[in-house]
C-alpha cells in the first residue's frame, strides 16, 4: 500500500493545500519504505488530489486540509488521515505496524472529547 | 527556527506579555519563544482558532495556528530576521472542520528590558465579517471573482442568488474570455453545493476516448493500462457542480451519454456492470451559438432542451467599456498581491488607449495586458510604454528608423485583419466593407502573408 506524507522539516506539513513535498511510503509487513519524494503542483484546485491519484496512493497522512480538498480526496478512494502533527518517521513507523492512534499526534484542538478523558 | 535566530533570543529570561490587557482584546494574540513553541494565547485567539490556551501554549506555532504562509512565507520568522514588523498582511489558516477562516496578521519583535530579542509576537484579526461586509456594500459590481458596473452584467448578478438556489442545469454562452468559468464559479458558490466540489473540465481540450473517461471513470482492467479504478469527474464532483466548458465540441456518441446522466441521473465508468447514482448540478458553457449548432445537425435537440434550461449570455468586453476601469483596478490590486508591487494607478492616456481597444480577447485579454504592464512597470503608474504594442499601435512610442514601406504593409494587415475578423472571414463581405473588389482583396491578402485558407468567399 502506498502512503503519502506531507513533510516539513522532518515533521508533517501544518497545511496539506500549501504543501510542498510529499513522501511517499510503501508499507509492508510492518515496515514502511521510502519510495520517493514528490513536489507538489500549486498551480491549480484539484491539481494536489491528481497527482497523488496518478502515484496510486492510497493513505493519505497530512495536517490541516480545507474540506474540500479532503472530501475530492476521499471521493478518489483516498484514506485521508488529516490533521496529524508530528515527527514523519515516528508516525510512518508506528502506521506501518498498524499501531496507529490518531489521538496521539492530533493537532492541537484536534482530539476529540473521548481522547482527551483517556 | 534557523539557529541564527535562536541565538539571538535570550533563554534565560521569557517576556511576560500582560495577559489581561491582552485577554481583553478582541484581534487574537499570541507569542513564541525561540524554538517556535508559543508562550502566550489570549482568549481572542482562543475564540478565532477554536483551540483552548491549554492545548496551544507550548506546542508550535505552525501547528496551531496553520496557516497558508506558515511554511512558504511565515511572517513572523521574517520579522525575527530582519527585525522589521508586518502590518496587516492578508492570509488564511484553517479551522479544525477544515474551513479556510480568511485573517489579516500583524508581527512584532519582542525585546527584554534589556534589548535584547526574547521572542516574536503575532496578532491577527478574524476577517469573515469585514469579508461580508465588503461584498454587502459593493455587492453592485461585485460576485464571486467579478466585477462589474454595466446595466447588462448587473442583471445577470441579480439573478444569480436565484439561479444558485436551484438545481437546475445552466448554460452559459459567452465569447471566450468573458468569464464563463468564473461566472460558473459564482454560481456554485452561492449555492448550497458550496461547500462541496467545483470541478471543471474543458470538453475540447481532450480527444474522444479520453474525454468518455475522464467524464465518467473507469474501472480496473477496463483497457490496457488501466491498472487501478479511476474516478471521473462526475465522481469527484459528487454533490458539487460540474463546469463542462466547450460543450458544442463533444460528439455525438457523447451527447447520448451525457444526455443519459441528465435524465436519468446514472452513469456507467468504462468497463464498469453497473450503473452509478449521480448528483451533481451541471453548468454547460460554450463560445458557440449551440441553437445554430443543433439547427446544423452538429447538436443533439434532445440534449440542447435539457441543458438549455436557464441560460445565461455573457456579453463581450467591448459592449461594456465602462467595466474597464473597475476590471483594470481590480486586476491591479490582485497583481500587487501576487507579484508583491505597489502599482496604484493606470495613467490617464494609458486608459484611453485601453478604451479605445476593442478587446476580441475579452476580460482575459486585459487581465493579459495589465500583467504584461506589471512586468515592465517600475514605478506606481502604469503608462502607455508598459502596455503591449498592440495596444499603442506602435505610433505612441519612440518610433525608430523604419522602411515605408514595411511600415504601410503592417498598417494594411491589420486593417484587413480586423476588417476579416468583423466579416466573420467572408471574403465578398469584407471586401465590400472596405470597398475594393474581390479579386483586390486576395491580392492584398497574399501580399500580407494572410491564409485565405478556410475563408468563406460569398
Known sequence: MIVAVTEWKGRISPVFDEAMLARLYETCEGEAYLIKEIELKTMFFGSRVSQLLEEKVETLICGAISANIEHQAQLGGINVISFVSGNIEEIIKIYARGEWNKSEFAMPGCRTKEDEKK | ?458
Open chain 2, 1 to 458: 527556527m534557523a539557529a541564527d535566530i535562536a541565538e539571538k533570543i535570550v533563554k534565560s529570561k521569557p517576556c511576560q506579555p500582560t495577559g489581561i490587557i491582552l485577554d481583553s482584546i478582541s484581534d487574537g494574540v499570541f507569542t513564541v519563544d525561540g524554538n517556535w513553541r508559543i508562550t502566550f494565547f489570549n482568549r481572542a485567539a482562543e475564540n478565532i482558532t477554536g483551540i483552548r490556551r491549554e492545548e496551544a501554549i507550548d506546542k508550535l506555532c505552525s501547528e496551531v495556528f496553520r496557516s497558508s504562509m506558515c511554511e512558504t512565507d511565515c511572517a513572523l520568522r521574517k520579522t525575527l530576521q530582519n527585525g522589521q514588523p508586518l502590518i496587516d498582511k492578508a492570509c488564511y489558516f484553517i479551522n479544525n472542520a477544515g474551513v479556510k477562516i480568511p485573517i489579516s496578521i500583524s508581527t512584532a519583535v519582542m525585546r527584554d528590558s534589556k534589548g535584547n530579542i526574547c521572542g516574536g509576537a503575532e496578532t491577527f484579526r478574524d476577517l469573515r465579517e469585514v469579508t461580508v461586509l465588503r461584498k454587502e456594500l459593493s455587492q453592485r459590481y461585485h460576485l464571486g471573482d467579478m466585477v462589474s458596473r454595466s446595466i447588462a452584467m448587473k442583471d445577470i448578478f441579480e439573478i444569480i442568488p436565484i439561479i444558485a438556489e436551484s438545481t437546475s442545469t445552466v448554460l452559459i454562452e459567452g465569447e471566450t474570455g468573458t468569464g464563463k468559468e468564473l461566472l460558473a464559479k459564482a454560481i456554485h458558490g452561492m449555492s448550497n453545493r458550496a461547500d462541496m466540489p467545483f470541478i471543471a473540465l474543458n470538453c475540447a481540450a481532450l480527444p474522444d476516448t479520453l474525454l468518455e473517461s475522464e467524464l465518467f471513470g473507469y474501472k480496473k482492467g477496463a483497457f490496457t493500462g488501466a491498472n487501478q479504478d479511476k474516478p471521473g469527474r462526475f465522481k469527484l464532483a459528487e454533490k458539487g457542480t460540474l463546469l463542462l466548458d466547450e460543450i458544442g465540441e463533444i460528439s455525438p456518441a457523447l451527447q447520448i451519454r451525457l444526455l443519459r446522466v441528465l435524465q436519468e441521473q446514472v452513469y456507467e465508468p468504462l468497463g464498469g456492470i453497473s450503473s452509478i447514482k449521480s448528483d451533481v448540478r451541471i453548468i454547460a458553457a460554450t463560445n458557440k451559438n449551440l441553437e445554430q449548432l443543433v439547427k446544423d445537425g452538429v447538436f443533439r435537440e434532445d440534449l440542447f432542451y435539457r441543458i438549455n434550461v436557464i441560460k445565461l449570455e455573457l456579453p463581450p468586453l467591448r459592449t461594456r467599456k465602462e467595466d474597464i476601469p473597475i476590471l483594470v483596478e481590480h486586476f491591479i490590486n490582485r497583481f500587487n498581491l501576487l507579484q508583491r508591487k505597489q502599482i496604484k494607478s493606470l495613467s490617464n492616456s494609458a486608459m484611453a488607449l485601453l478604451m479605445a481597444h476593442n478587446w476580441h480577447g475579452n476580460v482575459r485579454e486585459l487581465e493579459n495586458v495589465i500583467e504584461h504592464a506589471f512586468v515592465l512597470c517600475q514605478s506606481h503608474e502604469i503608462k502607455i510604454e508598459h502596455l503591449p504594442g498592440k495596444l499603442s499601435g506602435g505610433t505612441l512610442k519612440p518610433v525608430e528608423k523604419q522602411d515605408f514601406r514595411e511600415a504601410l504593409m503592417k498598417t494594411e494587415r491589420e486593417i484587413l485583419l480586423l476588417a476579416l475578423e468583423r466579416n466573420e472571414f467572408n471574403r465578398q463581405k469584407t471586401a465590400a466593407e472596405l470597398g475594393i473588389h474581390q479579386a483586390t482583396l486576395y491580392r492584398k491578402l497574399k501580399t500580407c502573408g494572410i491564409s485565405s485558407t478556410g475563408m468563406k468567399q460569398a
